[in-house]
Each structure stands twice: as structure tokens, then as C-alpha cells.
């Protein structure tokens, strides 16, 4: 999530840095927390939810994998554009490693971040 937060080469924290009352913004990379100081409380809470972001994962039962995602994965889509999600991971996808999390026998688990 990292990653995320700090944006393509370090766009994120520029944009964050540049918020009206921000004064600076550290990273503690050893933690990934940022400490982000400002003048006003309206920039330094503009700076965090820019830089803030979670993650949680949704057991969905397998025989509604396809309800979930939907023809052409309109339905996932308008979850994503509705929600504000950035990323949707689903274990079992080529591309991503397997989810360590104890899921129950026929549910799939959908990571939303």
C-alpha cells in the first residue's frame, strides 16, 4: 500500500506537499507511516486522505464469482467506480501470489484496496 500512497515516482507526496497548510511530510519507511505537518487542519487532513489507504478482503462463495464480476465485468467495474476501490485482487489470478488468509472451503477471496 505503500506504493500506492507515495504515487509514480513520489507524485502522491509532491500533490500532498503542495495542499495549502502542509509545511512537510516525512516517511518513516522502516514503517510506512507518514507524519504530515501543516498550518492548517484542513491541509494536513486534505494531505492524509490523500496518502491514506486500506485494504479489506471479502470471502465471496464461488458459485457467485460470476454474479460478483459480472458480463464483461460491468458489475465489478460499477463496485470500483461507485466505491472510490482503486484496486481489486482475487486469489487465483495469474498474476498475483495466493492470499495466506484461512478462507472457508468454496469461497473466494476478494481483496479490495
Known amino acids: 500500500l505503500m506504493g500506492l500512497a507515495i504515487g509514480t515516482h ?11 497548510g502542509v509545511t512537510g511530510i516525512d516517511l518513516k519507511e522502516e514503517t510506512g507511516i507518514f507524519t504530515i505537518y ?13 496518502l491514506e489507504f ?21 458489475v465489478i467495474q ?3 467506480d461507485r466505491s472510490g476501490v482503486i484496486r481489486v485482487k482475487i486469489e487465483g489470478d495469474e498474476n498475483e501470489a495466493p492470499i495466506s488468509e484461512v478462507v472457508e472451503d468454496g469461497m473466494i477471496p476478494f481483496t479490495f484496496i
Open 10 to 20: 513520489g507524485s502522491n507526496i509532491t500533490t500532498a506537499r503542495n495542499i495549502p
Open 38 to 50: 501543516g498550518d492548517t487542519r484542513e491541509g494536513v487532513k486534505s494531505a492524509r486522505n490523500m
Open 54 to 74: 486500506c485494504e479489506d478482503t471479502v470471502p465471496i462463495p464461488r458459485r457467485m464469482i460470476g454474479k460478483v464480476i459480472g458480463k464483461s465485468g460491468r
Open 78 to 80: 460499477e463496485v470500483v
